[in-house]
């Protein structure tokens, strides 16, 4: 019962930040989602829902990045890169409901040293 109660809260938090949080052809919006194992990240187009890039590091290159907070930053580095040579500079940040610290805070981070602004 208190896990689908957590599960619960989770989703609306999601849905509270989404409603403020939309991305464009111009500023996409970048979402991360970390699970025990991997992390996830897509940069989304939400007014043609279309996925412009996603990594995780499920994929070969990514395969030694743990989903802690110096993974984050290396992860964030080589999203941060890909997104750059994709042609976009500007991003709106999607935190998927999780607080801005920590693992969130160090992508974030990673994102902005690559030159991208949010």
Wanted: charged letters at 30%.
């Amino acid at each position: 019962m208190k896990l689908s109660k957590k599960k619960e809260l989770s989703q609306k938090r999601r849905w509270r930040i989404r409603k403020k949080v939309n991305g464009t052809e111009n500023r996409p919006r970048v979402c991360v989602r970390f699970t025990n194992k991997n992390i996830h990240a897509q940069c989304i187009d939400d007014e043609k829902s279309h996925t412009l890039l996603g990594i995780a590091t499920t994929h070969a290159d990514y395969k030694d990045i743990l989903p802690n907070v110096s993974g984050a930053e290396k992860f964030g580095t080589a999203f941060g890169t890909k997104i750059k040579g994709s042609g976009v500079s500007a991003i709106v940040f999607d935190r998927a409901g999780r607080k801005y610290h920590g693992c969130v805070k160090a992508f974030a981070d990673a994102l902005r040293k690559e030159g991208l602004e949010f």
